[in-house]
């Protein structure tokens, strides 16, 4: 079975300042996703980036990269020039990319992040 | 203009009562999702169905039923409540396809006295 772990419970940046969460999974599967959530207090789950097993370049989206290490089975997110809005706990998940019909994810642990002014 | 809504948002109830959760989404997806997350904020697959079918029941109790009347619609029963059942549920709906994001409702929190 697929796992997902975060082996950070609680982070703390600076605003302004860069930060970056791990995420490790296991799986012997090669074709899979990956996805960061973001859950803020408000509690909506937030899709924050996603990567696709296959691709090599590592996904972007504004602030927010990853660092995808397929051979590591690693997946961390880096948030540059943090803002009081990313305050939030963070979630990695897996997702496997065939076989049928079996999209459900797998989540980590979740890391919550806090921001200081 | 809401894409995945969950009634209620808010659920307080005594042991051993039944009660059951909405969700609808808007969105066109053929495939509609039950997760748990529980004190820890652990989030986990309970339930998935598409096209009104089930597809993944994730060794969920048999006191969970999910109801799937039509594709925009899944709702979760849930009979003789018990303490450990408090947790919030989520509720997602996506396209058909591997490829497709998972859209979240805004969960209902079930607190059991």
């Known amino acids: 079975a697929q796992t997902v772990t975060q082996s950070q419970p609680e982070m703390s940046v600076q605003e302004a300042e860069t930060v970056t969460l791990s995420c490790t999974y296991d799986t012997s599967e090669s074709d899979y996703y990956l996805f960061w959530y973001k859950q803020p207090p408000s509690r909506q789950m937030i899709l924050v980036i996603r990567?696709?097993?296959?691709?090599?370049q590592n996904a972007t989206e504004n602030r927010f990269s990853v660092n995808f290490q397929k051979a590591a089975k690693s997946f961390s997110l880096k948030i540059s020039d943090s803002q009081l809005g990313d305050a939030a706990m963070y979630f990695c998940a897996y997702k496997l990319g065939s076989g049928g019909s079996n999209y459900k994810l797998t989540f980590g642990k979740g890391t919550l992040l806090t921001v200081n002014p | 203009d809401t894409a995945v809504s969950q009634t209620p948002k808010y659920l307080v109830t005594q042991m051993g009562n039944d009660k059951s959760i909405k969700c609808e989404q808007n969105l066109g997806h053929d495939t509609m999702y039950w997760y748990k997350q529980d004190s820890k904020k652990f989030l986990k697959i309970m339930f998935s169905y598409n096209n009104k079918e089930l597809i993944i029941n994730e060794t969920v109790p048999n006191r969970f039923s999910p109801k799937s009347p039509d594709k925009a619609h899944l709702n979760l029963h849930i009979n003789s409540l018990e303490l450990g059942d408090s947790a919030v549920y989520f509720c997602?709906?996506?396209?058909?396809?591997?490829?497709?994001?998972?859209?979240f409702g805004p969960g209902t929190r079930l607190t059991v006295l």
């Open positions: 990567q696709e097993a296959y691709k090599q």
């Open positions: 997602a709906s996506s396209h058909t396809g591997v490829r497709n994001e998972q859209f």
